[in-house]
């Protein structure tokens, strides 16, 4: 019943419809929190597992939410998760839920998670909901951590960086310093350098898949314009 | 007799891009002449450096962009971009500040916006404040004046320059300090009569603090040339530094302890005649026609007065450009002058009703 494969919600999360890239969704943690890895990588996978779960749920109400009321129950069913999340945050990670601060909470408010549960968990089986908020999470995660490694090795030359907010005692030494103890670029950390390096991060997708399709567009087969006409001037009889 | 047909509009003269801009680099030597002067050998440095990075950098990138690469490099279009981001930084300043500036202003707020004729921000300015926040410490620091040298020391020879740019050699005691405005901005609680006469800053100074008003005046100077070249209107230059004295006349209050200085001091202080001539006369950033500069020019003065006065920041010509950038669209919008041969301003643009 379901029109959609699994390689297809996958490459639709990773790749072509990549929440944070091509949809551009989701700005606001986006730009605010990916200062380093560990920043990025918690409010990563917090959004990824609030994600999975609202749509898992969204999926399994479908057909008894009247579409009039579904807006606010979506809200309310990605808000739980949130709470969740933040909860599980104190109590495990409280360290880094303080360094978050209010963007944990407003997860609630990224509308990659709304338009998921609005586009897809709404209309499609439990399974394919579950694995498309988990790829969609994935997307949303990777650009997260891509663009917080790019930010925090440019801007104040550390990788890996505290680190043991989220994985305890054992990641203390896990700092790599490529640049030396002195290196500081603060553009890269400030606001702006997050919009500089999210445009880059764009125009590479961009240049990458313009690549892709000049490879493919060389191995189409051409057909020749216009029909063939056979010659019939010369000699006729 | 057939006459040649030429559309509008009619310039008497071809006034070739890099005609302007070897102008414009002209008009820079007076200034830079007084900031070598005042301050050494540095600003000299600085702006070789620039240049050279700005050309591999243009040249790289319009090689990247497929276009030719001669044709864009023999604009100097880069080169003024080098030679204003050179003069703004401070002289002595690290190579990698110098490197890093103009990178920023080449390649990201000029190539990637189109180049030439594109770029919604002035790309000077754009370095000038990627550096400025990156890298606080090293900005902050200027070059003593010639007058305010201690005893038995003088500025750092050309050779030494080198060696403090490149390889990171502390210069001698007493040759880097405050600039006027940030000492003034950091003397609280002292009425300016005051600061005027404890500050050597300003003790040594005729007008506006030492050093400062002769590298000012030379800008001033050169901008008077280029005025007088035609290459811009007086619109841009005198709104803005009338924004500023009107502003700084109106809140002097007679020298108290809470003044933020008088006029002269303001129009003869930091970048105030190279941001007035050089940096918000750029055409590509700026507003268009005359009466949108004359606003243009006021908004950037206002907002060089209030960031002077009530901001963090000593000094603002860089901030003020490029917030005022933002506005120039805006301000284009409604400044349209009225096209020849309509009588109402914004016919030629607007559709015709139903």
């Keep these: 019943m379901s029109d959609v494969s699994i390689s297809q919600v996958t490459k639709n999360g990773l790749w072509t419809n990549n929440p944070a890239l091509v949809q551009l969704l989701g700005l606001c943690p986006l730009l605010a929190v990916t200062g380093t890895v560990v920043n990025a990588l918690g409010l990563g996978i917090a959004t990824m597992m609030v994600l999975i779960g609202s749509n898992s749920i969204v999926s399994l109400i479908r057909h008894h939410v009247s579409d009039a009321v579904r807006l606010p129950a979506f809200v309310i069913i990605i808000a739980a998760f949130v709470t969740c999340a933040e909860l599980l945050m104190k109590a495990y990670t409280y360290d880094l839920f303080q360094i978050l601060g209010i963007f944990i909470p407003l997860i609630v408010t990224n509308c990659a998670i ?11 089986p439990l399974g394919y909901a579950a694995l498309d908020g988990f790829m969609m999470g994935l997307g949303f995660l990777l650009v997260l951590v891509l663009l917080g490694a790019i930010r925090e090795l440019f801007g104040q030359g550390t990788l890996f960086d505290s680190m043991h907010l989220l994985f305890g005692p054992v990641a203390k030494d896990w700092t790599l310093r490529p640049f030396g103890e002195n290196y500081s670029f603060l553009v890269a950390v400030l606001p702006p350098g997050a919009f500089i390096v999210t445009g880059l991060l764009i125009a590479g997708k961009n240049s990458i898949d313009a690549a892709f399709k000049r490879r493919a567009d060389r191995h189409k087969h051409r057909p020749v314009k216009g029909a063939k006409r056979i010659r019939t001037t010369g000699n006729i009889a | 007799m057939a006459f040649k047909q030429v559309t509008s509009p009619h310039a008497h003269s071809a006034q070739k891009t890099s005609n302007v801009m070897q102008l414009v680099l002209l008009a820079t030597v ?36 497929g276009r030719s690469v001669a044709f864009y490099v023999s604009d100097y279009s880069a080169l003024v971009t080098a030679v204003l981001l050179g003069i703004a930084l401070p002289p002595l300043a690290p190579w990698w500040v110098i490197v890093v500036g103009t990178v920023f202003s080449i390649v990201i707020a000029k190539q990637l916006y189109g180049g030439l004729g594109y770029n919604p921000f002035n790309p000077a300015m754009v370095g000038y404040v990627v550096v400025l926040i990156s890298f606080p410490i090293q900005m902050t620091t200027w070059v003593t004046p010639l007058a305010l040298l201690p005893e038995g020391v003088s500025h750092p020879g050309l050779i030494e320059s080198l060696h403090i ?24 609680g002292l009425l300016v009569d005051q600061i005027y006469q404890r500050d050597p800053l300003f003790a040594q100074g005729i007008w506006a603090g030492a050093g400062w008003e002769w590298v000012n005046l030379g800008f001033l100077l050169g901008g008077l040339l280029l005025i007088a070249k035609r290459i811009f209107t007086w619109h841009g230059p005198v709104g803005m530094l009338g924004a500023l004295a009107l502003m700084s006349a109106l809140f002097w209050d007679s020298g108290s302890s809470t003044s933020p200085g008088s006029p002269v001091m303001h129009l003869l202080s930091g970048a105030t005649m190279l941001g007035a001539f050089f940096i918000l006369t750029d055409p590509v950033s700026s507003a268009v026609s005359n009466r949108g500069r004359l ?55 607007e559709k015709e009703e139903g």
């Design chain 2, 30 to 65: 007076p200034g830079l002449v007084a900031l070598t002067w005042q301050f050494g050998w540095g600003s000299i440095i600085n702006v070789l450096l620039a240049s050279i990075t700005a050309v591999v950098c243009e040249a790289a990138i319009v090689h990247l962009r």
């Design chain 1, 114 to 124: 709304l338009g998921r549960a609005e586009a897809f968990a709404s209309r499609q």
């Design chain 2, 165 to 188: 740019v490149f390889s990171g050699y502390t210069p001698a005691d007493g040759v880097t300090g405050a600039t006027p405005l940030d000492s003034f901005k950091h003397s609280s």
């Design chain 2, 295 to 349: 606003i243009y020019g006021i908004l950037i003065g206002l907002l060089v007065f209030i960031i002077r006065a009530w901001g963090n920041y000593p000094d603002a010509v860089a901030f003020a450009v490029l917030l005022a950038n933002f506005a120039a669209p805006f301000i284009d919008n409604y400044t349209l002058p009225r096209t020849y041969g309509h009588t109402d301003r914004r016919r030629a643009t």
